[in-house]
């Protein structure tokens, strides 16, 4: 079964827009490998069920001005984005929320194999997110 990566890719930043866990479980494998900007690999689908809950409930973000680029064979695809978000809940290890609003750029890079996800590498620049919510 031939996959369109980019297709896949918008779905899923589609999901991430919509705050929909369930789509967004729905594009990726059971042996997912989540690679966060700060923190240890984290693996499979539970330990990545687990991190979008902390997502929605420490942060309110849209993705903005996504650019998808695939690789020929479809196997990695690299995107840049925009974040726009708001701080609601204080995540573990950062300063305390209080609804501090926020702007960064993102890459993330994909590896797709069966049709699905199979790993996540985030980046961002932490101290840049850091003075945005350090009040």
Known sequence: MSIDVRD????YFNALNDRDIRACMALVSDELILQPNQ???EHGRDAFAAFLERQLHCYR???ESL???VEPQGRHAACEYRVIG???AT???LPDACGQRYEMRVGAFF??????????SLHFNLPDWLAQVDD
């Not at 896949?8 to 779905?11: A, F, K, V």
């Not at 590896?111 to 996540?120: D, F, V």
């Open 111 to 120: 590896e797709i194999q069966h049709g699905l996800i199979a790993r996540i």
């Open 67 to 69: 650019v998808i680029l």
């Open 61 to 63: 973000e849209m993705i």
């Open 8 to 11: 896949l890719l918008q779905g």
């Open 86 to 88: 708001e701080y609601l």
């Open 91 to 93: 995540d573990d290890g």
């Open 39 to 41: 923190g240890f690999t």
